[in-house]
């Protein structure tokens, strides 16, 4: 069996819907995994958000191409969590849920700690931007 088939197998059976580099390390060299990621993303099984962040993808109903199977509000906490960031709520959602603001916040926009985040992650031209909590 292939590292792609392999890495395919790992990602179907895995309950996470996001996935770094370093989860596939085992089935081969950096280069071969980069080789089979970069497989599995022409074969639509999964779509890049960052640098050596992939997630799992299905298929759209208006365009066909591949998109991820939750949005990017929902993927990008958990890796950001993966890698081992505290995220909070960001300062806009905040006001929103206490009621303090009736403005309902656009974007995605997260909440980080005291961590310094230089990693872009988004998807489709949709990024995701950071605020000190």
């Known amino acids: 069996m292939n ?48 640098v050596g962040v992939y997630a799992k993808a299905k298929t759209s109903v208006l365009s066909g191409n591949p998109i991820p199977i939750k949005p990017l509000e929902v993927l990008a906490p958990e890796v950001l969590k993966k890698l081992g960031v505290e995220v909070q709520e960001s300062r806009q959602m905040r006001e929103y849920n206490s009621g303090s603001s009736t403005q309902v916040p656009t974007g995605v926009v997260l909440g980080v700690g005291k961590h310094r985040i230089r990693r872009k992650l988004g998807f489709n031209g949709k990024l995701v931007e950071y605020e000190r909590a």
Do not use: K, P
Not at 7 to 34: L, P
Not at 37 to 47: E, I, S
């Open 3 to 50: 590292i792609v088939s392999r890495i395919r197998r790992s990602v179907a059976n895995r309950n996470a819907d996001v996935f770094v580099r370093a989860d596939f390390a085992a089935f081969g060299s950096e280069a071969q995994v980069g080789r089979a990621l970069a497989a599995l993303q022409r074969d639509g099984a999964l779509v890049r958000l960052g």
